[in-house]
């Protein structure tokens, strides 16, 4: 990086989650009626996986939650601390300690909303190979109000960015949030970034997603989210090209600025799709003995995005780096990385 760029540039709102990692065998799954790479919330009869992992599996802790992990990874290529503000609720425990440690070392400035008497939010991650399969206790996380974005030091805080970052997986806990920032983001003419982030948000959270739709600017999601978006449509085609130009399409309270879509496929290009063109960036594929686990992949990728896109790069640039910052973390546990980033 070369220019300096303004402190809390970049706000981001989601759920700080401590993941519980651990590779197990595919009839854990089966137990626990998961599919490799699913993610979902978990049911009570989910809850002693938690246990289970860290009994008998050797489970690993590790930062987590969506856009804290996209956050720290932006922060890490970035090397300029305090770029990025975080919001999100833990409880007043060991958890959140961890978390506030890691996301600090990485110099991402939280800003927690304290839930006392409720643990912080856990996310179990089964790992099979290259998949990887996600069941997250949101706990404290579930506890997040619109009056922590009304303090004020948090409200300059929101006021004051330029770019805007929440995940589909927010959406499951407080709406009125993201819809207040979105209107920030609108009034004030910045970027609000938007992730489908899994099928089960657009399967059981259309209408808040839809409502918070013609406020993005930019939607992120992988091929399976874009297939449920287009499924819980009812749009006839599953083609990931054509379900990227109806996105695209979808209602936006400032036409002046186009949507753009950013379609992740595992290790298949990367779809950039904007009102009348669909560009495609490759991915380097790694082999199979590099790969630690694919964990916070997604994550990464948006990480890269946003560690170029605040410094107002171009999206190829943008998008090279979310594929450099990906394959990295693919080649450490969880969403975490080792040693300098050597994006250029
Ligand atoms: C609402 N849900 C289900 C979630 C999550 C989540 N982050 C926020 N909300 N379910 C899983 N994660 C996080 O996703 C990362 C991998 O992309 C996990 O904590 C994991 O770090």
């Not at 706000?11 to 065998?25: E, K, M, T, Y």
């Not at 998949?131 to 009056?147: E, P, Q, V």
């Not at 595992?266 to 960036?281: A, N, T």
Request: charged share 15%; glycine share 8%.
């Amino acid at each position: 990086m070369t220019s300096t760029l303004q402190e809390g540039i970049l706000v981001g709102c989601g759920n700080p989650l401590l993941d519980i990692s651990a590779v197990v065998p595919l009839n854990f799954l089966q137990k626990y009626s998961m599919n490799e790479d699913d993610a979902i919330l978990a049911e009570d009869r989910h809850m002693p996986i938690y246990g289970e992992l860290v009994e008998g599996y050797q489970a690993e802790f590790l930062a987590g939650g969506s856009v804290q992990n996209s956050l720290r990874i932006a922060q890490w290529i970035l090397r300029q601390p305090r770029v990025a503000v975080f919001f999100g609720c833990v409880g007043e425990d060991r958890y959140a300690g961890i978390l506030k440690e890691k996301a600090q070392a990485a110099g991402l400035d939280v800003h927690y909303q304290v839930k006392r008497d409720v643990p912080t939010g856990t996310c179990a991650v089964l790992i099979t190979g290259t998949h990887r399969s996600l069941c997250a206790n949101l706990a404290a996380a579930n506890n997040f109000t619109i009056d922590h974005l009304e303090e004020p030091s948090n409200k300059a805080l929101v006021d004051n960015a330029q770019y805007y970052y929440i995940s589909g997986f927010f959406l499951t806990v407080n709406p009125p949030s993201i819809m207040q920032v979105a209107a920030t983001a609108h009034a004030k003419q910045r970027p609000f970034l938007m992730n489908l982030s899994a099928p089960f948000i657009s399967q059981f959270y259309m209408a808040p997603l839809l409502a918070a739709l013609p406020y993005v600017d930019i939607i992120f999601g992988n091929e399976a989210e874009a297939q449920a978006f287009a499924e819980a449509q009812q749009w006839p085609s599953g083609d990931l090209r054509e379900i990227g130009k109806r996105l695209v399409a979808m209602e936006k309270k400032n036409p002046a600025r186009p949507r753009i879509a950013i379609l992740t496929q595992g290790c298949d290009p990367v779809l950039l799709i904007q009102q009348d063109s669909v560009q495609e960036f490759p991915v380097t594929k790694l082999a199979v003995h590099e790969i630690v686990d694919t964990n916070g992949a997604g994550d990464a990728f948006v990480g890269g995005f946003l560690s170029q896109f605040v410094q107002g790069k171009s999206l190829d640039v943008c998008i090279r780096c979310g594929n450099y910052a990906a394959g990295h973390i693919i080649k450490n546990p969880g969403c975490t990385y080792s040693g300098e980033p050597e994006f250029v």
